[in-house]
């Protein structure tokens, strides 16, 4: 499932500044959007009941601002590609690990 061309370029946006300015290669995450597209993979990774292994290493990096949860929060535009409970959702994790910039 896509989303609009401008959300899909944001979700490749996240893998390519984390891995030129946090360090973090997400290979896996590289993986599900060219499987699954942007919006599916940002639907599987907020509804997911823990953190994947990525949020996790943004999160050691201080850069959960690089979370797909932090991108989708930080643009009311893309909110509409999301129920009230996964914007809830990610808000929630987000708080969760301290993170409250944009939210």
Wanted: without cysteine.
């Amino acid at each position: 499932m896509k989303g609009p061309p401008d959300f899909e370029k944001a979700m490749h946006d996240i893998y390519v500044i984390a891995k030129k300015d946090a360090g973090y290669n997400a290979k896996l995450f590289l993986q599900m959007l060219n499987q699954r597209g942007g919006l599916a993979t940002a639907k599987h990774l907020i509804n997911a009941t823990q953190p994947s292994e990525g949020y996790t290493r943004l999160y050691e990096r201080g850069r959960l601002d690089l979370t797909v949860e932090a991108r989708v929060l930080g643009n009311p535009k893309w909110h509409d590609l999301f129920t009230a409970e996964e914007i809830a959702k990610a808000k929630a994790r987000l708080e969760a690990y301290g993170y409250t910039a944009h939210l």
